[in-house]
């Protein structure tokens, strides 16, 4: 499978014959448009227009019919009107090309008869085999092999810098910038419709390209989850991504409280969190992270050197430093601080950030950062000036470029201010050194280079209990399709997990207050009571649930008030009853499994109770998972805290907790038709006491 990919992803990228379907003398027409632009790339291969009027079209031969060629193109790019895409598709795959590119939009982006077009245009590549880009894309670029094949004539200069765009209009303007800034481009890629190739494929490919240093994408969703997941996992060059969609109205509807807390956004960051993908939240963030990775040597080690003339730039690049964990201001060593002050001796502080004050000439900034950068604590440098008449920025900027070449260390360079800055911005930009307008994101520019280095490296997966209850399951599934439920009640909830060997607290159902007090004095005070309702997801909403039950006369009182909370609250609500609960004590965590569409199964993990909607403090990691990644998912949280003894309280039974997650994760494997099952609260007693599980929430499809 992935040899096939890559062999047409090669069509596609190095093709040896292009032909233009829909090729046009008429340069306001794509097709006119794309044919220009491979012509003037320079493309060395040989060029077929197709064009149902034959003839001669920007001075090449002309073809009426793709079929009349005397060689197999390896690469098609169509531009026509959709109503003529289908039948000359048909053609392509009669004649057997295997790499199209299909320009032309009006498919699904547009109606349900466009989303059909699309569907018969599918299955017309599926049955001759071939591989598709788009519709309604933007077409591609090998730079190194002088390739353009969009109708874009935005060409950029060669580089490392590989980008792949779900929008046309997005990679019109990643390729403008990388005009402006002269950052170098190997490959780019406009996906459209993602009717076929999407940014796996992208990923499988470029991910073995010697040409590819880093791989940028802007996505607005992912098509194929997991196997979006498996190609990140193969690839060997760092990925930086700009996925929009993270506002509520992209969330995924779901009944729990980890569902609604964790929208589909979520799951992508935690996808993006396993994987080391550099997510960044705008546009901005992409071309900063992509400047610096592409032309920056590996930032080795977290810690962070100032150079500055302005010791308020200094301070702002220390404060950035706090806002990004992959960094760090580090303590310059004394025998640099000693050198430093040896060679500039007006230095206003030796300190990390090193400030040569004000007067200092470029001689003293360049002289620090080439003492600072042997300082065995620092993996990078930020140099920072403002245009004072005292230094010369363009002076600096040729002295960083030539210094880049043979530090041992990277370095980024900010020039705050405006036209002052400019040409000694545009000499940094003409030698490639990362350069920006601030403090921040000079700073935040390193944070990027070191996240390159924490890499993605796969773990075993934890080992999972032998225990089973898939049994259970099929019965509730079964019960619940003759009723045509979509939810399971809290007991049924409970027997799953108790299937599958999640404790539960001993309890009872009772319909009389009788039955409660029976059933309280068999179980043992105090006790819990809450409201039994298919219709009632969150009890305690409606004051659904009462603790601390202790006799009989409270047991029989709390009966008659959950009712009449539960008639007023949700007057239509089916009550099964009351189920009375063995009272447990402990610190309240939830655990959710909920299933994403793309991923597939997710684990959510937080404070419980009502916290997890105060704090909105949600932890998620994929599953399956190793034990790291189990450990980080629980140390991340606040929960975390609490559960590992805060302000004198003795430790939590961590043991048994995760051992209840790798029990989640079974069922979550063993049974797809499970959707939600949330357990909150999870009662986490102290070390070596256990844990039990006492409400269940589950949703099935």
């Known amino acids: 499978m992935i040899q096939t990919v890559c062999t047409v992803m090669r069509e596609f990228f190095s093709p040896d014959s292009i032909a233009v379907v829909g090729a046009s003398s008429d340069l306001n027409k794509i097709g006119g448009m794309i044919l220009r632009n491979i012509i003037g790339s320079g493309f060395g291969g040989r060029i077929y227009p197709i064009n149902i009027k034959g003839g001669t079209i920007q001075g090449l031969k002309a073809y009426a019919s793709i079929d009349l060629l005397d060689e197999l193109p390896e690469l098609a790019v169509m531009a026509l009107p959709s109503e003529l895409v289908l039948g000359e598709m048909e053609k392509l795959g009669r004649i057997g090309v295997k790499a199209v590119i299909v320009i032309t939009a009006g498919f699904k982006e547009e109606s349900s008869q466009g989303r ?8 017309i590549s599926k049955m001759y085999g071939m591989r598709v880009i788009g519709p309604n894309c933007f077409g591609l670029m090998n730079v190194h092999r002088r390739l353009n094949s969009t109708f874009s004539s935005l060409f950029p ?63 607005e969703g992912i098509t194929d989850g997991r196997r979006f997941i498996e190609a990140v996992s193969r690839s060997k060059k760092p ?34 969190d396993r994987l080391n993908i550099i997510r960044v939240k705008d546009i901005e963030e992409l071309f900063d992270a992509l400047s610096v990775i592409s032309s920056s040597r590996p930032m080795l080690k977290d810690g962070i050197a100032v150079i500055t003339n302005a010791g308020g730039l200094g301070v702002m690049a220390a404060d950035a430093c706090s806002d990004h964990p992959a960094v760090r201001m580090s303590q310059l060593s004394p025998a640099t601080e000693k050198r430093v002050r040896k060679t500039i001796p007006t230095v206003a502080s030796t300190h990390n950030p090193v400030d040569v004050r004000g007067d200092a000439t470029n001689d003293m900034i360049t002289g620090a950062l080439k003492i600072i950068a042997d300082d065995e604590n620092i993996g990078g440098a930020a140099v920072l000036s403002s245009p004072l008449d005292s230094i010369d920025l363009n002076s600096i900027a040729v002295a960083v470029s030539e210094m880049k070449k043979k530090l041992n260390i990277p370095v980024t360079v900010a020039f705050a201010g405006g036209k002052t800055c400019e040409s000694a911005l545009s000499i940094l930009r003409e030698n490639r050194v990362p350069s920006y307008p601030s403090p921040d994101r000079a700073v935040r520019a390193l944070s990027f280079l070191r996240r390159v280095q924490t890499g993605y490296t796969k773990k075993e997966d934890t080992i999972l209990p032998e225990t089973s209850g898939r049994w259970r399951v099929i019965e509730l599934l079964d019960i619940a399709k003759k009723e045509f439920r979509s939810s399971l009640s809290e007991d049924e909830g409970k027997s799953i997990l108790s299937a599958y060997g999640i404790p539960v607290p001993k309890e009872a159902l009772a319909v009389s207050p009788y039955d409660a007090v029976t059933a309280a004095e068999s179980i043992g005070y105090p006790v819990v009571m809450k409201i039994m309702s298919p219709d009632i997801h969150h009890k305690t909403d409606i004051g659904g649930v009462i603790v601390n039950v202790k006799t009989a006369d409270d047991v029989r009182e709390a009966f008659e008030s959950l009712m009449v909370r539960c008639r007023t609250a949700v007057p239509d609500a089916k009550i099964d009853g009351v189920s009375v609960q063995k009272m447990v004590s402990g610190q309240e965590v939830i655990l959710s499994m909920i299933r994403d569409d793309q991923f597939g199964p997710v684990l959510a993990f937080g404070l419980g109770g009502i916290y997890v909607e105060i704090f909105g403090e949600i932890a998620r990691t994929l599953i399956p998972m190793s034990d790291d990644d189990l450990d980080r998912m629980i140390m991340s949280t606040k929960a975390y805290r609490m559960l590992s003894g805060a302000r004198g309280k003795p430790p939590a039974d961590i043991d048994s907790l995760k051992d209840i997650m790798r029990r989640m994760m079974k069922i979550a494997l063993e049974n797809p038709e499970i959707y939600e099952l949330e357990i909150n609260p999870i009662m986490v007693g102290k070390k070596n006491e256990g844990s039990w599980a006492v409400d269940a929430l589950t949703t099935i499809r």
Do not use: C
């Open 116 to 123: 059909d077009l699309e569907n018969r245009l599918n299955n």
């Open 157 to 219: 200069p060669s580089g490392g810098i590989s980008l792949s765009s779900q929008s046309g209009a997005v990679g019109s303007t990643m390729l403008d910038w990388a005009i402006h800034t002269n950052n170098g481009i190997s490959k780019f890629i406009s996906l459209g419709n993602k009717m076929d190739v999407d940014e796996a494929d992208v990923i499988e490919y470029l991910g073995d390209d010697e040409d590819t240093s880093v791989i940028g994408i802007y996505s």
């Open 239 to 272: 990925i930086v991504m700009l996925k929009s969609g993270r506002s509520a109205a992209g969330s995924m509807a779901a009944s729990s409280h980890t569902g609604a807390l964790s929208g589909s956004d979520s799951v992508y960051e935690a996808v993006f």
